[in-house]
């Protein structure tokens, strides 16, 4: 299986688009997940990408709220998913991911409403990305990042009631450690709706410094036939979960991590898996 392996750019903080995308070549992934800013020229992205022999695996979207109550929010942060899946054509990305407000921990109150809103949303979205061909895959959070979508059972549901082709699951090993009691059967449960797998260790850095079994998982996505991407998504050691400055060093830190950790799930993902 030709795997395309990437990592997030978010993760490289504050530093040009360039800097990082000639920081992702020198880690020797194959792609990246840009970051949905609309304020970017996406022909420009491409044409920097292009430059380092970087493909689009994914578009991480910007923070808005999709199931809010107060209809101008929620039209707004619909509104904003319209226009990434635009940016996103041009930007020559044939994927994006869709997610709830980071850092909203509690809905309304009625969550019946929430889970509607967030249905009629999720819906209006998926009508242009079906039209326009461009897979969505909802990533799937921890209770600390948003209240909505906390377990792959939760996103299989919305994928059901959308009713989109186009929605598949985006699966996150750092998260799962959280609120998948097994990972392993997660991702079995996924199967063919798994459109992204994402990985940190359970403490989001390298791979061997937390306690997640990420071969375990690299093995499970083998035994489902997953063929989609591995994309990293680490951070240095520190405070705060949603920025990825911590501390001066932090790029060196990050980078390490990546080398050390595109060589190890490279070597896991060439082993054959015996499913029995």
């Not at 992204?196 to 375990?216: F, L, M, P, T, W």
Request: hydrophobic share 35%; glycine share 8%.
């Amino acid at each position: 299986m030709n795997r395309d392996f990437g990592l997030c750019l978010w993760t490289f903080g504050d530093i040009s688009f360039e800097e990082k995308c000639k920081t992702a070549k020198d880690i020797g992934v194959d792609g990246v997940e840009i970051q949905g800013d609309l304020t970017q020229n996406p022909t420009d992205i491409a044409a920097l990408l292009s430059a380092c022999n970087l493909k689009i695996l994914s578009v991480t979207p910007g923070n808005v709220d999709i199931s809010s109550t107060d209809e101008n929010v929620r039209g707004k942060a619909v509104q904003y998913f319209l226009d990434l899946l635009s940016w996103a054509e041009e930007a020559g990305a044939k994927r994006i991911c869709l997610h709830g407000d980071v850092g909203k921990t509690v809905g309304c109150g009625d969550l019946e409403k929430d889970w509607q809103l967030l249905v009629e949303s999720t819906k209006v979205v998926m009508d242009k990305a079906d039209f326009l061909n461009i897979e969505v895959v909802y990533e799937v959070l921890n209770r600390y990042e948003n209240h909505q979508i906390v377990t792959n059972q939760e996103a299989l549901a919305l994928i059901e009631e959308v009713g989109s082709p186009n929605l598949l699951v985006l699966l996150d090993s750092y998260h799962m450690n959280i609120e998948e009691s097994d990972p392993m059967k997660a991702l079995r449960t996924a199967g063919n709706k798994l459109g992204v797998y994402h990985v940190g260790d359970s403490n989001r850095q390298a791979i061997g410094n937390g306690h997640a079994n990420i071969k375990e998982q690299v093995e499970t996505l083998h035994e489902i036939n997953y063929k989609g991407p591995i994309i990293m998504e680490m951070t240095a050691e520190g405070p705060n979960p949603f920025t990825p400055i911590k501390g001066e060093n932090y790029l060196q830190v990050i980078t390490e991590y990546y080398k050390k950790s595109l060589e190890t799930l490279k070597l896991w993902d060439n082993v054959k898996i015996e499913v029995k």
